[in-house]
């Protein structure tokens, strides 16, 4: 079998001058380079989307951290702003309270009321009764000698348990709120021939809420005997922690306070 002769290289360029040829050569070149085109620009777009990603997480991390740590300072400024308001507030109205004493127990007096429940009529006359009972408690029982105008004011306060309410009275003065608070001592001495304590009376100052659950954890404390002793003065709470007369007495400011000073599993000896 013979060959074929070889083509001349001018018998190639006419046949590559042929359309058809050229449409061809033109078609694989053009989808080969459209490959190579769309897999580099792939390559480059998720390159680049890779690295704006990065860019945007990385800057919104910033921005997240930046504003919270933003708030976290507004935070802390108005938890502190709000706790010396706190403060001020108790002191106002502790300072509000420091002419008014809390008598407990104090029966009170019949009273014919000739007014419509609920008027203005009516609660005066509730006051003005509550006024007598304050002046001959006061007179009578603790024997201090005051008139009508040492007292400001004097009504009972609202109260859902059984029993005499609670009467609070105001006095003009701090000396003579003193000086009655002072003789309420004699009411502890009130006991029968057998010595048991007669007088369900006592007598207390005008606390302020916070401070009255401060005074109400005091109690129980001493009750459950891990405090020597607990009263008020001036408003405030104290404590001590034994009967030793080199303590001195601590003024409880909070709850929180009384947790660090005498945590539960406290073993202080209170045997004496």
């Not at 309420?184 to 207390?204: C, F, M």
Request: charged share 25%; hydrophobic share 35%.
């Amino acid at each position: 079998m013979s060959k074929k002769p070889a083509m001349k290289p001018e018998d190639l360029f006419e046949t590559v001058k042929d359309p058809r040829i050229i449409e061809l050569i033109t078609n694989e070149i053009k989808d080969n380079i459209l490959s190579i085109i769309e897999s580099s620009f792939n390559k480059l777009a998720q390159s680049f989307l890779s690295k704006l990603e990065s860019m945007v997480e990385k800057a919104s991390s910033d921005l997240i951290s930046r504003s919270c740590e933003t708030f976290h300072q507004k935070i802390s400024t108005l938890e502190k702003e709000n706790t010396h308001l706190a403060l001020q507030l108790e002191a106002s109205e502790k300072t509000a309270r420091l002419n008014n004493l809390v008598v407990h127990g104090l029966p009170e007096s019949a009273l014919v009321l000739d007014s419509e429940p609920n008027s203005k009529p009516y609660y005066i006359q509730h006051n003005q009764a509550a006024a007598r009972d304050a002046m001959d408690f006061i007179t009578t029982r603790l024997l201090v000698p005051i008139t009508n105008r040492d007292i400001s004011i004097a009504y009972r306060i609202p109260t859902k348990t059984k029993g005499p309410r609670p009467m609070l009275i105001g006095f003009v003065g701090r000396m003579v709120r003193d000086e009655v608070f002072a003789a309420r001592r004699s009411l502890w001495q009130s006991s029968d021939s057998s010595g048991s304590k007669t007088s369900a009376i006592y007598v207390s100052e005008h606390l302020t809420q916070s401070n009255s659950l401060i005074y109400a954890k005091t109690r129980q404390m001493k009750k459950d005997k891990r405090i020597n002793s607990t009263w008020t003065s001036g408003g405030n709470v104290f404590i001590k922690r034994s009967d030793s007369s080199d303590e001195k007495p601590i003024k409880v400011n909070s709850l929180q306070q009384l947790d660090n000073l005498l945590p539960f599993s406290s073993n202080i000896d209170h045997s004496g």
